[in-house]
Nanobody
Framework: QVQLVESGGGLVQAGGSLRLSCAAS????????MGWYRQAPGKQRELVAA???????NYADSVKGRFTISRDNAKKTVYLQMNSLKPEDTAVYYC??????????????WGQGTLVTVSS
């Protein structure tokens, strides 16, 4: 069984920073893309940022220039550095990863979510 465990959410004032972490554990042989999604109350889940195994990144327009995604392949961990936070960044942030398990089967895994609240 493969799990993604997120940490780093919390309450911050507008203009502040937070760093989210997401670590994969369990029977995962290799990880391809990893990403962060978010879901605000009453809204659909949306992609925030993604990073491939080779390090290519993709960002939502709303976070470009403020958020940075990175990964540590040895630690099977992805990070999201969030700067210049705005109240509209308030949401539950979910980690996502896809790859192969120990039996070479494709898998996609979601974390449990971590709440980020930005006060004005």
């Amino acid at each position: 069984q493969v799990q993604l465990v997120e940490s780093g959410g919390g309450l911050v004032q507008a203009g502040g920073s937070l760093r989210l972490s997401c670590a994969a554990s369990g029977s995962i042989l290799s990880i391809n893309a990893m990403g962060w999604y978010r879901q605000a109350p009453g809204k659909q889940r949306e992609l925030v940022a993604a990073i491939t195994g080779g390090g290519s990144t993709n960002y939502a327009d709303s976070v470009k220039g403020r958020f940075t995604i990175s990964r540590d392949n040895a630690k099977k961990t992805v990070y999201l550095q969030m700067n210049s936070l705005k109240p509209e960044d308030t949401a539950v942030y979910y980690c996502n990863a896809d790859g192969e398990d120990s039996r070479y089967r494709y898998l996609e895994v979601w974390g449990q979510g971590t709440l980020v609240t930005v006060s004005s």
